[in-house]
């Protein structure tokens, strides 16, 4: 199948300008309306003159980012955060939600550090919590302020977004290069790991034991904006759309130093990363059909 969302793998742009903002996009929901209720998301609609439901008429301004690793989180971070300052100001806030200090649980972590600093949301103003955390891990703690608040993902081609991921690990970007590398040294001990191999389906399933069909219903069907990073630009203006805002993505962030090994990487692993990430295909593949981006 061929995208019509553009290359895989395609550079984005982003702001480099710091803020404090909270992550963790959490779903619209109407009064009365079950958390995971049945059905797609009835407030996607279409924009920017194509057949792709992007996000809702208008979305809530408290926002929840469960952030994929390597799925262009950084660059939402940054040019929300850019274009609030510039075009909105007024009080907004940006939380990025980090497992505590010496903890050895790192989800139990992320859980345990969302449900501290998710009141905050509710201050005035737009406010935007992102993190790490996986979907099961923070479904409980949303589901009673779900009217309240907008849940947001994005997602990236598998193996684009697999290869990255290791090798901004094993890049001097990463603050746990060394532990990493010691781990995995070479991209072939770290593809021989399952858990590895399948963030999309780990991040997003409603539980461990969801098959990929349940994850991609249930991520449909509780996610109020999922985006696609191959499809950047246009999902972040779709985003600002539903915000009521102006935007204009600028600068990248956080862009892998070793774009040359990546590609490297991808003509020798190519044909087994097909493979070992199937199931991850399915899921994504599964989202462009849900928004129209597949040919």
């Known amino acids: ?21 909270l992550f963790a996009l959490v779903p619209i929901v109407r009064k009365n309306v079950p958390f995971d209720c049945a059905g797609s998301p ?6 920017l003159g194509s057949n792709d439901p992007i996000v809702a008429a208008q979305l809530k301004n408290k926002i929840v980012n469960i952030h994929i690793p390597k ?17 909105r100001g007024g009080n907004f806030g940006i939380i990025g939600i980090l497992p505590p200090a ?12 969302f449900a501290e600093h998710f009141p905050l949301i509710f201050k005035e ?28 993902t994005f997602v990236r081609d598998p193996i684009w977004r697999t290869l990255s991921d290791y090798f901004y ?24 790991v399952p858990g590895q191999m399948n963030k999309l389906q780990d991040y997003l399933c409603p539980d461990e034991s969801a098959s990929v069909n349940e994850t991609l219903q249930s991520a ?17 203006k779709g985003l600002m759309d539903g915000l009521e805002l102006e935007s204009a993505p600028r600068n990248r962030k956080n862009v892998n130093p070793n774009r040359s090994p990546i590609l490297e990487a991808h003509a020798k ?20 059909e849900h928004r129209n981006l597949l040919s």
């Open 42 to 47: 009835a407030i996607w609609f279409v924009s």
């Open 102 to 113: 010496g903890c050895d649980d790192y989800f139990g972590g992320l859980r345990a550090s």
């Open 71 to 87: 799925t262009a989180g950084s660059s939402l971070r940054s040019n929300l955060c850019d274009d609030v300052r510039q075009l």
């Open 220 to 236: 449909i069907r509780n996610f109020d904006f999922i985006g696609v990073t191959e499809n950047f630009e246009n999902d972040f």
């Open 169 to 192: 690990c094993v890049s001097d970007a990463h603050a746990a290069r060394d532990a990493f590398v010691a781990e995995y040294p070479t991209f072939d001990d770290y593809m021989d």
């Open 1 to 21: 199948m061929r995208y019509r969302v553009g290359q895989a793998g395609a550079e984005l742009r982003t702001s480099h300008h710091e803020v404090n903002i």
């Open 269 to 288: 692993y190519q044909d087994q990363l097909l493979s070992v990430l199937a199931d991850e295909y399915v899921l994504y593949n599964g989202i462009l």
């Open 125 to 152: 103003g737009l406010q935007f919590v992102s993190g790490h955390y996986r979907y099961r891990d923070i479904a409980d703690l949303l589901a009673p302020h779900r009217a309240e608040v907008t849940l947001v």
